[in-house]
């Protein structure tokens, strides 16, 4: 499976984004995916997670409310809504993809900026 994610951008704090990820391959399906992100001098850190059947979601507490996964397996796609935006935001967004009862995301797709100004 490939990943490939876009839709950043820079946006005025309050603003919103949708990010999109494109699976290619196999099973996309079948994989539960997740949303990550790495600001400068900062460890990355996740921002939430999609079963692969859409039915169950996960938010860190810092984006809960105002960030919405969803994902639309006829399409390969996985999305993060982003309302709300805080300068805190800003990172480089990357997505993920892991088979179902795996611990560790096994595919990763490059990194799309968001950048939130104040």
């Known amino acids: 499976v490939q990943l490939q994610a876009f839709g950043g951008g820079l946006v005025q704090a309050g603003g919103s984004l949708r990010l999109s990820c494109v699976a290619s391959?196999?099973?996309?399906?079948?994989?539960?995916m997740g949303w990550f992100r790495q600001a400068p001098g900062k460890e990355r850190e996740s921002v939430g997670a999609i079963s692969w059947s859409g039915g169950s979601t996960y938010y860190a507490d810092s984006v809960k409310d105002r960030f919405t996964i969803s994902r639309d397996n006829a399409k390969n796609t996985v999305y993060l809504q982003m309302n709300g935006l805080k300068p805190e935001d800003t990172a480089v967004y990357y997505c993920a993809g892991k088979v179902t009862g795996h611990p560790e995301y096994d595919y990763w797709g490059q990194g799309t900026q968001v950048t939130v100004s104040s």
């Open positions: 391959g196999r099973a996309f399906s079948r994989h539960d």
